[in-house]
């Protein structure tokens, strides 16, 4: 009886394929959408998904002013923001921030949920959230992501 030898195929810069998704945040929740657009610039809904690449696609994210969040987080959850000089720092709840700059609140949480290395810097750059609903990326035709 001859041996079978199987080999794991590993993706590779030349062999990703990208696609182009637009979330609503219109009514969802913080967490629970920031974590499936996590797990999609990862790539990990992908069967070519290998840890050391970035095998993850491209995510719009509109209306993210019309985001909301869960129990007491609207008035309690605060930002922090540190300038590095004695008596920087700063904060902000969530509500403020929401007024102010609707587009951190997404992209905070969604960075917050990659790796913290150059390959997680790299995958963030592929995240763009906009208040509205427009969004200067039609011409890559995106594909709407259910959750």
């Known amino acids: 009886m001859s041996k079978l030898h199987f080999t794991t195929k590993h993706a590779n810069a030349a062999t990703v394929q990208r696609q182009w998704f637009v979330v609503d945040g219109t009514n969802q929740t913080v967490g629970r959408m920031c974590a499936r657009i996590a797990a999609v610039l990862r790539g990990k809904h992908k069967a070519s998904y290998t840890p050391h690449v970035d095998t993850g696609d491209y995510v719009i994210v509109i209306n993210a002013d019309k985001v909301v969040f869960t129990g007491n987080k609207f008035d309690d959850k605060m930002y922090q923001n540190f300038s590095g000089y004695p008596g920087g720092l700063k904060e902000e709840t969530a509500k403020d921030l929401l ?38 990326h039609t011409a890559q035709q995106p594909k709407d992501l259910k959750f």
Do not use: D
């Not at 905070?108 to 390959?119: H, I, Q």
């Open 99 to 136: 007024k102010r700059r609707p587009e951190v609140i997404v992209e905070r949480a969604v960075k917050g949920m990659l790796p913290k290395n150059r390959l997680g810097r790299k995958m963030v750059k592929k995240l763009f959230v906009y208040a509205g609903t427009q969004h200067p």
